[in-house]
């Protein structure tokens, strides 16, 4: 069955600093990846989003990048974080039939 | 691209009532629609989906209902029960791979 790994769980970042969440996927190949940002609660914003090593595509402009250095590994970053990147970061597989989410990682940037 | 609104923001009802979600989509080449529920700190999870082909399902005590003329769906839970509370997501993605397009969330509570 396919799983999604998502950490750290919990981040508390001071302004400037760098960041590094690192998503991995088991059990399925060549899977579309996704990271989404939940603020305020509850919305969910689609960041980014690849389909395949290498190709990121980005939906929003923002202080964040993300990259794909294997098929099942997705990573967001940041060189230096700003106060408005705090929120709840989900990362997610998806297919035709259906997507999984992770269980988050919590950002708190002070 | 795809615009999904969602009503209410926030639900109360009493145990063992039944609660209604409705969400529209603006994409009428969508034809993927999920729902997911989100505990506190936690990541969304899949309850139910419906596609395009299919009018309506049922899983136990939630069912989803999909009007594709008037590109709206719903979710229906009855017999609520206190561990129901949680955030609910609607979602709809077309044929592209830039993900699902969620609405704003549906807070629900379940009053004892």
């Known amino acids: 069955s396919q799983t999604i790994h998502q950490w750290p769980a919990t981040l508390v970042q001071p302004v400037g600093s760098p960041l590094s969440l690192e998503c991995t996927v088991e059990?399925?190949?060549?899977?579309?990846l996704y990271w989404y940002r939940q603020a305020a609660g509850r919305g969910l914003q689609l960041l980014f989003y690849?389909?395949?090593?290498?190709?990121i595509s980005s939906e929003v402009p923002q202080n964040l990048s993300a990259s794909r250095p294997q098929d099942r590994q997705f990573i967001l970053s940041s060189k230096k974080l700003l106060l408005s990147d705090s929120g709840f970061y989900l990362c997610?597989?998806?297919?035709?039939?259906?997507?999984?989410f992770g269980s988050g990682t919590r950002l708190t940037v002070v | 691209g795809e615009n999904v609104e969602q009503h209410p923001s926030t639900l109360s009802v009493q145990e063992g009532d039944s609660a209604v979600i409705k969400c529209t989509y603006s994409?009428?080449?969508?034809?993927?629609f999920p729902w997911y529920k989100q505990e506190l700190g936690k990541g969304p999870q899949l309850i139910i989906d419906?596609?395009?082909?299919?009018g309506e399902k049922k899983d136990q005590r939630i069912a989803v209902t999909l009007n594709k003329t008037a590109k709206h769906f719903s979710l229906h839970i009855t017999e609520t029960q206190p561990e129901d509370s949680a955030v609910y997501f609607c979602?709809?993605?077309?044929?592209?791979?830039?993900?699902?397009?969620f609405g704003k969330g549906t807070h629900l509570i379940i009053q004892p």
């Open positions: 997610a597989w998806g297919t035709n039939y259906g997507y999984t």
């Open positions: 059990g399925t190949s060549n899977p579309n």
């Open positions: 690849s389909v395949g090593i290498g190709q």
């Open positions: 994409d009428s080449a969508s034809n993927y």
């Open positions: 419906i596609r395009s082909n299919v």
């Open positions: 979602a709809a993605i077309g044929g592209g791979a830039d993900g699902l397009t």
